[in-house]
Each structure stands twice: as structure tokens, then as C-alpha cells.
């Protein structure tokens, strides 16, 4: 039985850099897109639909358990920095919620630098390969 993502359920990610482009990943009303943003400016550069399938946010989900997400603090700041990247997250599914952000800090990193190996770089691989987006590394 094909199964699919809820619609109540919600997947908003954005991550981005004074002087660089915000990019954003968004589940809405049934339809996952992303979009780029010019830095300081609210105009969308690009957006595009994305249509991953059943087995994708299922694999997808059950990445997001085995990374701790649901358990990942509300903020991760660092106020030594005062520029550089700043993330934002909100999900919903399966009765459980998080939201979280950070500004040149993550989850599992240590400031503003994070490995592919911490919570944070397996999110976003996670997000990579639910997307197929190319900038999510």
C-alpha cells in the first residue's frame, strides 16, 4: 500500500548567509518546494516543485529518528559571530514536533563548523536526498 506524507504534517527549512543566497525547503498543502533567495531581499531567485515519492519520505522520516531530531534544542546560537549562517526548522509528523534554530551553530557542531558526521550534516543529507537539491551538502 502506497503510503504518503500527511497533509498536517510540516517541513519548513531554511539556511542562509548575510551575503549569500537563504535557500528554503518547504511542505505545504501536499507539495514540497524549494526556493532560493537573493541575500536581503524577500524576491524569489528560483523555486521549483519537488515530488519525491512514498519510499523517499518514508526513508526520509526514518532518517530524522535515527538522527535525535525530534529531541534537538530550540536554539543553537553563537554570539561570538556576529554574521555568517543562520537555519531555521519546523517539523511536524507522526504526532511528534520540533522547532529549532541557530546562527553559526548546530546540532552535534562545535560553533559555526559541523561535520558531515553530527546531527546537523546527517539532516542534511537526509534533506539532500529527499529533495534532490544540490546545495544541501
Sequence with gaps: MEQRSQ????LRFSIGGCFGHRHELRWSRGKLTYATFQAGCLETMKRRRLNPTPDEW???????DRIGVWHWERDYPDP???????????LR????????????????????????????????????KLSGVEWIR
Design 7 to 10: 497533509v498536517s504534517d510540516i
Design 58 to 64: 518514508a526513508a526520509f522520516w526514518s532518517a530524522l
Design 80 to 90: 561570538g559571530v556576529l554574521d555568517g549562517i543562520d537555519w531555521q526548522l519546523e
Design 93 to 128: 509528523h507522526d504526532g511528534r514536533a520540533v522547532a529549532s534554530a541557530g546562527s553559526n551553530c548546530y546540532p552535534g557542531g562545535n560553533g559555526p563548523e559541523y561535520s558531515r558526521e553530527s546531527a546537523f550534516g546527517q539532516f542534511l543529507q537526509a534533506l539532500q
